[in-house]
Nanobody
Framework: QVQLVESGGGLVQTGGSLRLSCAAS????????MGWFRQAPGKDREFVAA????????FHADSVKGRFTISRDNAKNTVYLQMNSLKPEDTAVYYC???????????????????WGQGTQVTVSS
């Protein structure tokens, strides 16, 4: 069983930055592909970013490409999402997720992930 705990959310003005963290209670996080998703009120959960087990490969949604960066520190069992140039449309609850299958081919699909955190709220004011 993998438990994921997100932190770092909050209220920020347009153009500001936040860094989200996802701490995993697992012996070896490097076995898991990791992803970030978000869900705004009244909308479906959407893919934000994913990272391979080693961190060598990453994939970002077009809507955040060039502004958000996913990374991981396997020694600390932690995954990060650096968010820059935030926009009001980035307002959502952000979820961290882990998948036992290390492949990234299905990383944009929420059903590919086996474990989820409880989420952290990000609010961007205009």
């Amino acid at each position: 069983q993998v438990q994921l705990v997100e932190s770092g959310g909050g209220l920020v003005q347009t153009g500001g930055s936040l860094r989200l963290s996802c701490a995993a209670s697992v012996r070896t996080l490097s076995f898991y592909g990791m992803g970030w998703f978000r869900q705004a009120p009244g909308k479906d959960r959407e893919f934000v970013a994913a990272i391979s087990t080693s961190g060598a490969n990453t994939f970002h949604a077009d809507s955040v490409k060039g502004r958000f960066t996913i990374s991981r520190d396997n020694a600390k069992n932690t995954v990060y999402l650096q968010m820059n140039s935030l926009k009001p449309e980035d307002t959502a609850v952000y979820y961290c997720a882990a998948k036992r299958d290390a492949a990234l081919r299905d990383a944009t699909q929420s059903v590919a992930y086996n474990y989820w955190g409880q989420g952290t709220q990000v609010t961007v004011s205009s």
